[in-house]
């Protein structure tokens, strides 16, 4: 398994790119959530190559208006707008937006949260590359979206979806386990859902699926061996900050020695990413 990874064409680099401070209080996607936007910037090249068959699956047309929900740095918001749709992006963090707003001063990129979006019936389709796995409130989201949408117009989106770092997450609790510190689910920042639960969620809300899909992407991380621990450091917090600082080192190499057999290989480090993609009109 591990080597057809290397033949894999699902390389994903959409890594390490979020800096969540707000782990601490289990509300990643609350506006305080910062982000280190040229971090983000400097890994985008691989976030918009995958982002770029979901543009695709998009199919913006000229004229079209078109709702970029998680923006980020505006990559993605880009390779919309040059179809001819009009596009209004959001994103909660206003350092993403500042950088947005600068490398594409002619679109129009505001602060908002998904979970509170003041638009109706406005646009031909809203759009979401990797962000959605970081809003524990589905309903609230998926309400924003359908007041947002014109009558027949679509949802297309892609985050993380059941499964998704499951190997990473078990790790992780083994470990804390190991040092008295068990996980509760409550130190879990994600929403990972299946394409079932997910799908009767929009459709509970007047989202007729047309499209759902759940697949394995495994995600190389950066920086060799120290990959595996760069990346619960940046995203784990919520779980390690329970841990006193003499115990994490400790934690970390558990975590470790548990995940080299099936997420190591020649001096990198891989993430067992799931992704779900769906499609959805409004009825
Ligand atoms: C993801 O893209 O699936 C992801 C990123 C950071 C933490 C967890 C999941």
């Not at 995958?50 to 078109?66: A, C, D, N, R």
């Not at 009558?151 to 985050?159: L, N, S």
């Amino acid at each position: 398994m591990r080597h057809s990874w290397y033949g894999s064409a699902f390389y994903d680099v959409e890594r390490l790119i979020r800096m969540d401070s707000q782990t601490a209080s289990n509300s990643p996607t609350s506006l305080e959530t910062q982000w280190d936007a040229q971090l983000y910037d400097s890994k985008h090249s691989f976030v918009s190559q995958f982002g770029t068959s979901l543009v695709e699956l998009l199919s913006p047309k000229s004229g079209e208006s078109i709702l970029d929900l998680g923006c980020g740095t505006g990559h993605l918001s880009d390779k919309i707008a040059a179809s001819g749709a009009e596009v209004i992006s959001i994103d909660s963090a206003s350092t993403m937006i500042e950088q947005a707003s600068q490398h594409y001063p002619n679109l129009r990129f505001e602060v908002a949260d998904a979970r509170d979006l003041q638009f109706q019936e406005q646009f031909d389709a809203v759009f979401s590359n990797a962000v959605l796995h970081w809003i524990k409130e589905p309903e609230k989201v998926i309400a924003s979206i359908q007041r947002a949408l014109k009558p027949g117009g679509r949802f297309v989106a892609e985050f993380g979806g059941k499964g998704n770092v499951n190997a990473v997450i078990r790790a992780i609790s083994n470990a804390m386990e190991a040092v008295g510190y068990p996980v509760d689910e409550a130190m879990n920042p994600w929403y990972f859902p299946s394409i079932g639960e997910y799908g009767t969620l929009l459709e509970q809300q007047g989202l007729e699926l047309t499209f759902a899909t759940l697949f394995e992407r495994p995600t190389l991380l950066d920086d060799g061996d120290q990959g595996m621990q760069n990346w619960i450091k940046m995203f784990g917090n919520s779980f390690l900050q329970i841990i006193p600082a003499d115990k994490q080192t400790e934690v970390l190499v558990n975590i470790e020695n548990q995940l080299r057999p099936t997420l190591y290989q020649e001096g990198t480090w891989f993430a067992d990413y799931k992704r779900i993609r769906v499609m959805a009109i409004k009825l």
